[in-house]
Every structure is written in structure tokens, then in C-alpha cells.
């Protein structure tokens, strides 16, 4: 039995990372995130539900800002990674363009901006409303998590290296 | 760009990679690749995520509870976020609400709580509580400052789960509890009657109209009406109502006189009822009583003594239950051999012996011999066909008054006929008056007479006049509930009414 190659035990780390923020993914953006309690009225909202929100009140340029890059690019972010992992599957011209399309989609994706917008939030209104994280929190730091260290595992030599 | 494969990987430490040997090989796998892709250790934190992710959806959805529709003809300024409330806390929250489709109605769409999901159920009513200002009601004043809320009545248990609802205009009639008796009382007119208005005995509410109307052919007002379970007991067939709707106001040389009790049936209305002192057998449901107008004044003498209450009504069943027992015997007057007999109750016991009046088993000195026979329960004893065994010691109490007696037999005697335990049954009297119930064969006849109705003498208890206790009830068994005991029996002459040991 011959020694693993390099590359192929970080294709292996790659793909089981990001696999597992692909199933992390839906919930993080599907549960609720946020129960809001003020007044004795309750409410919580998810993130895609917090957009469609946005949209319903004609807040259109904040709605696309938030489903593009807090949704559209990490979901592509994680689906790019997966693929690159599948190297086998792949020609090598097309790996090289998804490794290119997924460097650049990874600077604009924020999901862990996000995370970090949520908690100046609770710090700020913590005082006025009562807040509650909900259960797509937990999906959300592990998504944010999982997708770090398979973007970290990456190996980029690979991608030019024939299976 | 192409690196050794022999290099170490930057992040061995992070992410431990595990070494040749620990590979799974057996992976079905016939491409190396594969199977070295599928070596690292990571694999488990995804199964871990996708766990989670799974126990995340599941959680959610058994902390978020069903989604109902209800349709209302109008809004009344219900707005999202307003609550849904049973019994004063919050079940649930409008999501939003919208006009219908048809634009002839609006459509709310209520997020429950979790724990009240049952409630979406066949049967469910729902209503929009809002304040209520009219000349006969009062209602909802705390939605005249806070927000509206839609008020639910929960459909029974185990009905069919529901979730789209059409929603009530006002709040629907209130149903009665179960158990309770329902009547329907008719009127000549209406005056003032109010749906929920109380049904009063003696001014105390025993029950409530449930609904008025017409009655089908419009001769008359009919009122359903719903009495208390612990009160059924109250409403005899006999029994007289009459309405106390409003008030009187009644302008003579007297003066002026304004006759109301309280402001809430000066309000809403109310029906007053009495039984007569001699109250007759109780009625079931169904049961129609004329409503009069007002009440004579005869009604308002009655005293009856019911029994009545959740206790009796437990009680009921383990009540002794007295038989017939009638001792005959001949006498000779003016030379003529005849019949005479004294007949009252008697309370077959466990062991087989029968207790009853010591009179019951004692015929007169003047009576023949080998006339006398008990007759109780289809068997007819001639006096060698029983022993008289009193356990009470006679001697010490007073011989004036006739005490219990008891006696046995070897007759065998009718299988359906109840015994009283026999270690219930007290060997004297208490010391101090108690409330008592004067047992009965039948059950709508029971007497309950309170302790202050009672004075203690040398011979027994004596009951008050007010107490109606006729002259049928000499002999039947005295029971105390408290001690659940039969502690003696009911005496009466033409003198006195006594419980007698």
C-alpha cells in the first residue's frame, strides 16, 4: 500500500469540511435565528425570512445586499469547494477556473460578517428588547466553522497535479 | 508549483491525518484515490454536522407549533403579533391577518405554541374579544386600552386535528359543564332575559341560561338553561321558577320602593326558583317547567331539606338502602280476631341479621300467640323463625323510646337485596349532633338535616319543625356522612321527630 499523497489527504479533509457545511447550511439560514420579545409580543425570524421581510417592505438594495452575499456567495462558496475536492471528476482547465471563481467568491462572502453583526445586536438592544438566540445560531458558528477549515485544507498545489 | 509529496502538510497539526495502517482498505474502493480521500478523520465532524443539522430542524419543529387559519368577518382592529388566549395566557400570536380572497371577510393566520397544538382541533370556536357597552352587558373592558385578542373555546379531547377554523362574530354560548342538568323553562315573553343570566335558589346561583329563543311555534320564550352538577339535586319536578329580570319599581302610598338585588342581575337578569317543602322526585334532562312572572308568596315559605352537592352526589351509591318491614299480628277486641300490622323500614346487614325499630320486632302483649310474623323482603317469619339478638344494652337508656333491635334469621332471603356492611353501623349514638342524611329507598327522597336542626335530649336527637320529615320516615336508617356510619333511626309519633338509637 502506497503513502497518501499530500494533496489527496487535504482533498479528503476539504471535502468532509465542506460537505459538512453544506448540510450545516440550510439550517443556519432556514430555523429561526433571532426571538424577539418586547412588549409581551414575540417574534423570530430567520434569515431568508428576514430577507423576504426586507423585500415585502420595499427595503430592495438591503434585501439583495444581505441575500447575495450572506447567502448566494457562501452557498456557492461551500458548492465550489466540494467540487474542488472531486478533483477526479474534474478536468484540470475547469478546476483551475473553479479554484480562480472560488478565491474571489470567498473575499466577498460574509457570513461571518454576519455572525458578527448579530452579536453587536444583542450587545446594543439587549437593554430595550428581549433577545433569545434561536436554534440556526448553532448551525450558523458551526457552518461558519466548517467552511474556515475546509477553505484552510485546501491544498491549491493539487489542482495542478494529475490524479 | 509541484510540491513533494513528501512535504509535510501545513496544517498536520491542526487536522490529525491518520496514519497508513489505520486506513480503511476494505472501503469498496478498487481506486486508491478514493480510498485515501476518504481516510481523513474529518469525515466523523461531518456526520456530526449533519446531525446536528437534523436535531436543529427537529428541535425547531417541536418548538414551533402549527400554523392555523381563521376566518373572521371582521377584523376589530386585530393586528399581527396580537395574542390568542385561553384562560388568561397566551397560546399563541396572529402571524398576520388579510382580507380575504372574496373581500367579504378577513382571513388570520395564528402561530400556537407549541404545547397548544391540540387546540387546532374539530369543535374549536374562536371569537374576537373587544369591549362590550350595552344597557344588559359589560364585557371586555381589558381590550378597551390593550390590544384585542381572539379568545378560543378548546374542542374536545381527541378531535380530529383542524387548521383551517372559521371564526365567531361574538362570543359563542357558553356550554355547559358536564353532568349538568339541562332544562328549558317557557315564558309569555322575554323580559329581560339575557343569555348566561344566573339561575337563582334562595339567591344563590345553582346555574345559568345557557341560551334564549322563540320556541318553534312562537307561542312562547324558551330558555335553555343549565344547572351545576352539585346542584341537579335542587330541581325537583315540583319545583316553580319565576323571573327576577331587573328591577321593580313599584310607586304607592308607601312611597317609592325599587326592588333589585344586585346591580350584575339588575344587569344581566336572572331567574329565581323554590322547591316546595315537600319536594318531589328529581327530574332529568330534557325536563320543560313554565317561567312565571313572578312568584307567589306560598313559594316563598318553602323549606325543603336536599341533599345536594358534589358530596352527596359521590355518596349517593353507598347510601344504606332501607327495605319495607311490617309486622303483623292478630288481636282479639269485642270478640273478633283482627288483623293489626306496623309497618316502617328495616337495613339488612352484612352478617345477615336485620336491623330495625326494636317495636318492629316486638308484638304487643295483646296479641295473639303464634299470630305475630315479620314480613320484609318477600319472606314472611313467624316468630320461631327468628332470634332477636340486640347488641345495644338496652338496660342503661331510657325504655320510654323504642331503640333499635336486630334479628337474625335462617330463612333465606332474596339475593337482591343490599346489605350494609355491618362494621358501619355505630353502636350508639355520637356524643355531639352531626349532620346526617335520613337514608331512603329512594334516592330523590333523601333528607339531609344540618347539625343546628338537631337538639340533644336523654331519648335521641330531636329534629326541628322546620324540617319536613313525614310520618313514612319512621324507621329509615340515619347516616352520617362525616363518620359514614348509620348511627340510628329516624323515630316519629304524633309528638315528636327523633333519631333514636
Known amino acids: 500500500m502506497d503513502i497518501p499523497r499530500n494533496h489527496e489527504r487535504s482533498q479528503g479533509r476539504t471535502a468532509a469540511a465542506a460537505i459538512a457545511a453544506g448540510l450545516l447550511f440550510p439550517a443556519a439560514i432556514l430555523l429561526p435565528i433571532l426571538e424577539v420579545e418586547q412588549l409581551g409580543h414575540h417574534h423570530q425570524s430567520s434569515i431568508l425570512g428576514g430577507i423576504i421581510e426586507l423585500f415585502r417592505n420595499g427595503n430592495y438594495f438591503v434585501a439583495i445586499v444581505i441575500l447575495v452575499f450572506s447567502i448566494l456567495l457562501p452557498l456557492a462558496k461551500i458548492l465550489a469547494l466540494i467540487e474542488l475536492s472531486w478533483l477526479c471528476t474534474l478536468q484540470q482547465r475547469h478546476r483551475a477556473w473553479t479554484y480562480r471563481l472560488m478565491e474571489q467568491i470567498g473575499k466577498w462572502s460574509m457570513m461571518d460578517v454576519m455572525l458578527l453583526a448579530l452579536l453587536v445586536m444583542l450587545i446594543k438592544l439587549s437593554g430595550l428588547v428581549q433577545f433569545h438566540f434561536g436554534p440556526a445560531v448553532v448551525a450558523f458558528v458551526l457552518c461558519v466553522t466548517m467552511s474556515m477549515i475546509a477553505a484552510i485544507c485546501f491544498d491549491p498545489h493539487a489542482i495542478w497535479e494529475s490524479p | ?501
Open chain 2, 1 to 501: 508549483m509541484n510540491e513533494p509529496d513528501t512535504s509535510p502538510d501545513p496544517n498536520a497539526e491542526a487536522i490529525p491525518v491518520p496514519n497508513a495502517e489505520a486506513i480503511p482498505v476494505a472501503l469498496l474502493q478498487t481506486n486508491p484515490t478514493m480510498t485515501r480521500w476518504f481516510a481523513s478523520r474529518l469525515w466523523w465532524l461531518t456526520l456530526v454536522c449533519g446531525l446536528v443539522s437534523l436535531g436543529l430542524f427537529w428541535y425547531s419543529r417541536q418548538n414551533t407549533g402549527s400554523l392555523i387559519t381563521i376566518a373572521f368577518r371582521e377584523g376589530h382592529g386585530l393586528k399581527p403579533e396580537d395574542r390568542l388566549t385561553y384562560r388568561g395566557i397566551e397560546i399563541g400570536a396572529v402571524e398576520k391577518i388579510e382580507l380575504n380572497p372574496d373581500r367579504d371577510g378577513v382571513v388570520a393566520h395564528v402561530r400556537l405554541t407549541p404545547r397548544a397544538r391540540s387546540m387546532a382541533a374539530d369543535g374549536a370556536k374562536f371569537w374576537i374579544v373587544r369591549p362590550m357597552l350595552s344597557i344588559d352587558a359589560i364585557r371586555g373592558l381589558d381590550t378597551l386600552l390593550g390590544a384585542k385578542y381572539i379568545a378560543i373555546d378548546p374542542p374536545s379531547v381527541g378531535a380530529r386535528a383542524q387548521s383551517h377554523f372559521v371564526g365567531l362574530d361574538s362570543a359563542p354560548i357558553i356550554s355547559p359543564v358536564d353532568g349538568s342538568l339541562e332544562i328549558s323553562l317557557d315564558a309569555k315573553s322575554r323580559g329581560g332575559l339575557e343569555n348566561g343570566a344566573p339561575i337563582l335558589f334562595r339567591g344563590f346561583r345553582i346555574g345559568n341560561v345557557v341560551q334564549v329563543g322563540l320556541a318553534m311555534d312562537a307561542r312562547t320564550v324558551r330558555a335553555r338553561c343549565a344547572i351545576d352538577p352539585e346542584y341537579r339535586d335542587i330541581i325537583r319536578n315540583n319545583s316553580k321558577f319565576w323571573n327576577r329580570s331587573g328591577w321593580r319599581l313599584e310607586f304607592g302610598l308607601s312611597g317609592l320602593k325599587l326592588d333589585a338585588d344586585t346591580l350584575a342581575q339588575m344587569l344581566s337578569g336572572g331567574i329565581e326558583m323554590a322547591t316546595p317543602s315537600e319536594p318531589a322526585p328529581g327530574v332529568s334532562t330534557g325536563h320543560r317547567f313554565l317561567l312565571y312572572d313572578k312568584p307567589e308568596a306560598e313559594w316563598l315559605a318553602w323549606q325543603p331539606s336536599m341533599a345536594h352537592g358534589q358530596a352527596w352526589s359521590r355518596l349517593a351509591p353507598k347510601m344504606p338502602q332501607p327495605i319495607r318491614l311490617a309486622l303483623r299480628w292478630q288481636e282479639r277486641s269485642f270478640g273478633f280476631r283482627t288483623n293489626q300490622q306496623r309497618s316502617s323500614w328495616c337495613l339488612p346487614l352484612s352478617d345477615g341479621s336485620v336491623l330495625c325499630l326494636a317495636e318492629q320486632i316486638d308484638a304487643p302483649k295483646s296479641a295473639l300467640a303464634d299470630s305475630t310474623r315479620i314480613e320484609f323482603a318477600g319472606v314472611s317469619l313467624s316468630p320461631t323463625q327468628f332470634q332477636v339478638s340486640n347488641s345495644t344494652s338496652e338496660a342503661s337508656q331510657d325504655s320510654s323510646v323504642d331503640k333499635a333491635g336486630r334479628f337474625t334469621t335462617s330463612e333465606p332471603i332474596a339475593d337482591d337485596v343490599v346489605r350494609w356492611p355491618v362494621d358501619r353501623v355505630a353502636g350508639k349514638l355520637p356524643d355531639a349532633v352531626c349532620d346526617v342524611l335520613i337514608a331512603h329507598a329512594d334516592s330523590s327522597s333523601v333528607v339531609a338535616i344540618d347539625a343546628g336542626r338537631l337538639k340533644k335530649t336523654p331519648m335521641g336527637w330531636e329534629i326541628d319543625d322546620q324540617v319536613l320529615v313525614d310520618r313514612d320516615y319512621h324507621g329509615l336508617p340515619v347516616f352520617s356522612s362525616e363518620a359514614s356510619q348509620v348511627i340510628g333511626f329516624v323515630f316519629v309519633n304524633k309528638q315528636k321527630r327523633m333519631i333514636v338509637r
